[in-house]
């Protein structure tokens, strides 16, 4: 028996089917894999890590928790970016093994466990012909996604995940367990208003989520256009133009990819980057392309590609949008066809750190779109570090199309704590290194990688310091532990403060990491 396991029992609580893996075991291995996180920046060794099956089984390991003085954290899938879902020393709850997903067709709902992770879940909504709006990436898990606000491929036709969320289940700090209704009481109403983009694990550990479906189309289609060192000024100004209000309402969700390079001297007008442009169209190629024309009339695409809609995983759009393998990227460049051996990556694990802002209301305009691009022009970026693997770009994440245009508050009577609904997208600074996954960590590091990431760091460290009157704010699932946490809720944070204190019955505010809303 380990010592979690018998201070647990000790404590008068029953162990019953729960994992448990602790450090120094007897399974090492199985250990060390489990406490290993999406950004391999961070390594920590919890104490223990727990693998509850029930919303009673939580309630017990808070309680504990509490009575203990533990640190407690919870893991979904894993893709915290500050690694907040694991700490050493600290019990972690790994909801991996909660992980089912039911579909009420009648009440037109999704009832979803909070282990579920995107790639096991669009599985489910596929073979139902329902849909929720997910998010870009096979690993990440639903929870953390929604109480984010959860930006992906639906978010212009139904906006981000968090306003779809009409139930939950929440273990409180106190360990009594409360399902949530959009047709309760005032505190399940506020609650759950708290729970739709308010962030995680500051309001008590949800236990289930209970999210709208809408029918899905009857075709789809992924796709990237690239531009290979083309004038990124004007590639911005297409896409702003496909992501306009009013504009492209087939085009249910998309972002910019914009790759950042060493400084040079080359006037703004005509600075070249590579872009691709990625998008998620409830149509066909012929449409998709005619579209294409009509944006950027004068700058075409080195390279359109379409993703097969066949299978049965044909809604998920891509494993991850931004993160195009080395090999692929350079084969794109070059112009050499993209063989079978060149897959799109998955969700790989790697080191990276991110920052965020979201565009004001009014847009960016002329000043900001140029202040855009020459914030991706620096003397702390070098061609070499990019060929070993050291990435830096920015990627702009459309929010605006029909579903905030049309956001009426008589429609959405109980609202969400998301505080961007007016915003046209969010921009997303990224660096991430030893990605490549036929790169070993000591290659990279023979190759120089080490000389280039901490540079590439500082470069999004100026990022976020930098005066940009055309934007404000960050979002909350672009963690940065260097953003204020009332920048992340703008308009919502009192309130979210008032209702994690009147209602998480957690007085001594255990249920905190650094980026909770206390």
């Known amino acids: 028996m380990n010592d979690f396991t018998q201070a647990f029992e000790d404590a008068g609580f029953n162990i019953g089917e729960m994992k448990v893996l602790t450090d120094c075991s007897s399974d090492p291995v199985a250990y060390n894999a489990a406490r290993q996180i999406f950004n391999r920046r961070f390594h920590f060794?919890?104490?223990?890590?727990?693998?509850?099956?029930?919303?009673?089984?939580?309630?017990?390991?808070?309680?504990?928790?509490?009575?203990?003085?533990?640190?407690?954290?919870?893991?979904?899938?894993?893709?915290?970016?500050?690694?907040?879902?694991?700490?050493?020393?600290?019990?972690?709850?790994?909801?991996r093994h909660m992980n089912n997903a039911t579909i009420d067709h009648q009440a037109h709902v999704a009832r979803i466990q909070p282990g579920c992770i995107f790639k096991n879940l669009i599985k489910v909504l596929n073979e139902n012909k329902v849909g929720i709006p997910h998010g870009t990436c096979q690993t990440v898990g639903i929870t953390g996604f929604t109480l984010g606000g959860g930006w992906g491929p639906w978010t212009r036709k139904h906006g981000m995940c968090c306003e779809s969320l009409v139930g939950a289940t929440i273990v409180l700090g106190d360990g009594s367990i409360k399902t949530l209704s959009d047709q309760g009481t005032d505190e399940e109403k506020e609650l759950l208003w708290a729970l739709r983009g308010g962030g995680g694990f500051s309001y008590g550990i949800v236990t289930e989520l209970v999210i709208k479906t809408f029918p899905l189309p009857e075709t789809t289609y992924k796709f990237a256009a690239?531009?290979?060192?083309?004038?990124?000024?004007e590639v911005l100004k297409g896409w702003e133009n496909a992501i306009a209000p009013g504009q492209s309402p087939n085009?249910?969700?998309?972002?910019?990819?914009?790759?950042?390079?060493?400084?040079?001297?080359?006037?703004?007008?005509?600075?070249?980057?590579?872009?691709?442009?990625?998008?998620?169209?409830?149509?066909?190629?012929?449409?998709i392309e005619?579209?294409?024309?009509?944006?950027?009339?004068?700058?075409?695409?080195?390279?359109?590609?379409?993703?097969?809609?066949?299978?049965?995983?044909?809604?998920?759009?891509?494993?991850?949008?931004?993160?195009?393998?080395?090999?692929?990227?350079?084969?794109?460049?070059?112009?050499?066809?993209l063989l079978r051996d060149i897959p799109l990556e998955d969700d790989i694990p790697a080191p990276h750190k991110i920052t965020s802002r979201l565009v004001n209301a009014d847009g960016l305009g002329d000043e900001g779109r140029k202040k855009l691009i020459r914030s991706l022009e620096s003397?702390?970026?070098?061609?070499?570090?990019?060929?070993?693997?050291?990435?830096?770009?920015?990627?702009?994440?459309?929010?605006?199309?029909?579903?905030?245009?049309?956001?009426?508050?008589?429609d959405f009577p109980q609202g969400s704590a998301f505080p961007y609904k007016d915003r046209p997208y969010t921009i997303q600074y990224q660096v991430w290194w030893d990605t490549d996954r036929n790169i070993s960590p000591e290659e990279s590091e023979k190759a120089g990688v080490n000389l280039y990431t901490n540079r590439a760091m500082d470069w999004l460290e100026e990022?976020?310091?930098?005066e940009f009157p055309q934007t404000s704010g960050a979002f909350i699932s672009f963690k940065d532990d260097g953003v204020p946490t009332e920048t992340y809720f703008m308009q919502s944070y009192e309130k979210l403060i008032e209702i994690k204190e009147k209602y998480s019955r957690d007085p001594e505010n255990r249920f905190r990491s650094r980026k909770t809303i206390i």
């Open 45 to 95: 060794r919890p104490w223990a890590i727990v693998y509850p099956r029930t919303a009673e089984d939580v309630s017990s390991l808070v309680k504990f928790a509490f009575q203990s003085d533990r640190e407690l954290r919870v893991r979904g899938g894993g893709h915290d970016h500050e690694g907040e879902c694991m700490a050493t020393d600290a019990l972690v709850l790994d909801m």
């Open 463 to 466: 990022c976020r310091k930098a």
């Open 290 to 337: 005619a579209e294409i024309k009509q944006w950027f009339p004068n700058l075409p695409p080195d390279h359109l590609e379409f993703f097969s809609d066949e299978g049965p995983d044909h809604h998920l759009q891509f494993s991850s949008w931004e993160l195009t393998s080395h090999r692929r990227r350079m084969a794109i460049k070059s112009g050499r066809p």
């Open 379 to 410: 003397d702390l970026l070098f061609e070499k570090g990019e060929v070993l693997g050291v990435r830096a770009y920015v990627t702009l994440g459309a929010i605006s199309g029909p579903f905030y245009a049309n956001y009426k508050p008589a």
């Open 226 to 233: 690239t531009w290979n060192m083309k004038p990124a000024l």
């Open 251 to 287: 085009l249910l969700g998309t972002n910019l990819q914009i790759f950042a390079k060493p400084a040079d001297n080359t006037p703004i007008e005509k600075s070249a980057h590579d872009c691709t442009f990625f998008g998620y169209y409830a149509g066909t190629k012929e449409e």
